[in-house]
């Protein structure tokens, strides 16, 4: 796997404004993607998904986009709020198989 | 309806021993994969079982073994324990193996190695 340092990129915005959280993925024939939280000294949470065939999806307060031109994956929180702070991992899998590679992470704080 | 179980939460190990982490998948799930997640970095494929079987497998040693059993619950075993082994061990569950699927993740147990 990928080396990554211990300095995770860092987002922090104010409560209530929206966020917007990047990643950049490996594989262009990745098939499948998807969005986990991750709150200190657990597990990470399934936030969101999207397929390949897709460009944008709607969940409750997040919208995943997806752009395979730059293979590029963002994450769209609005509203924040202190509870969203956690680390946001994106993933993709390959060949219609479940195996994930995630990214290094983005730290995003929350200041109310 | 229990979640993704894992067992222990926290370790303590000695270089050059061996150790074994347990998984029990959500209900109704039968597929289960491991992960390793060093500090401060994103969660690394180890491994995947299906129908008892080692289906797919990342860039980890023959170090790291697994087991699934006939109730889907699974283990991990790594021997011969190195410093760089100490990490957060994820499972995660779901049905089947093609994505799509929504993958639920345990709350991980934690290998310190000393």
Redesign the interface.
């Given at each position: 796997?990928e080396s990554?340092?211990?300095?995770?990129p860092t987002l922090s915005v104010q409560e209530g404004d929206n966020s917007i959280i990047n990643c950049a993925y490996s594989n262009s024939a990745s098939?499948?993607f998807?969005w986990?939280k991750q709150e200190s000294?657990?597990?990470?949470?399934?936030i969101i998904?999207i397929?390949s065939n897709m460009d944008k999806r709607q969940g409750q307060r997040v919208t995943v986009l997806l752009n395979k031109t730059v293979k590029h994956l963002s994450l769209q929180i609005a509203a924040t709020q202190p509870g969203d702070s956690a680390v946001y991992?994106c993933?993709e899998?390959l060949n219609?198989?479940?195996?994930?590679?995630?990214?290094?992470?983005t730290r995003l704080t929350v200041k109310p | 309806d229990a979640g993704?179980t894992q067992s222990p939460t926290h370790l303590i190990k000695t270089r050059g021993q061996q150790v074994t982490l347990r998984c029990s998948p959500k209900s109704g799930h039968d597929?289960v994969?491991w992960?390793q997640q060093a500090?401060?970095?994103?969660?690394?494929?180890i491994f995947?079982y299906y129908e008892e079987e080692e289906r797919?497998r990342?860039?980890f040693p023959d170090r790291f073994s697994g087991h699934q059993y006939p109730n889907y619950s699974s283990e991990l075993n790594v021997n011969a324990l190195l410093l760089g082994d100490s990490a957060l061990y994820?499972c995660?569950s779901?049905p089947?193996?093609?994505?799509?699927?929504?993958?639920?993740?345990?709350?991980?147990s934690w290998l310190t190695v000393v």
């Amino acid at each position: 796997g990928e080396s990554v340092g211990l300095h995770l990129p860092t987002l922090s915005v104010q409560e209530g404004d929206n966020s917007i959280i990047n990643c950049a993925y490996s594989n262009s024939a990745s098939d499948y993607f998807i969005w986990y939280k991750q709150e200190s000294g657990k597990g990470p949470q399934f936030i969101i998904d999207i397929r390949s065939n897709m460009d944008k999806r709607q969940g409750q307060r997040v919208t995943v986009l997806l752009n395979k031109t730059v293979k590029h994956l963002s994450l769209q929180i609005a509203a924040t709020q202190p509870g969203d702070s956690a680390v946001y991992f994106c993933a993709e899998t390959l060949n219609n198989n479940n195996d994930m590679r995630f990214g290094a992470g983005t730290r995003l704080t929350v200041k109310p | 309806d229990a979640g993704v179980t894992q067992s222990p939460t926290h370790l303590i190990k000695t270089r050059g021993q061996q150790v074994t982490l347990r998984c029990s998948p959500k209900s109704g799930h039968d597929t289960v994969s491991w992960y390793q997640q060093a500090l401060g970095q994103g969660p690394q494929f180890i491994f995947q079982y299906y129908e008892e079987e080692e289906r797919q497998r990342g860039n980890f040693p023959d170090r790291f073994s697994g087991h699934q059993y006939p109730n889907y619950s699974s283990e991990l075993n790594v021997n011969a324990l190195l410093l760089g082994d100490s990490a957060l061990y994820l499972c995660a569950s779901s049905p089947g193996t093609r994505s799509g699927n929504t993958i639920y993740f345990g709350e991980g147990s934690w290998l310190t190695v000393v």
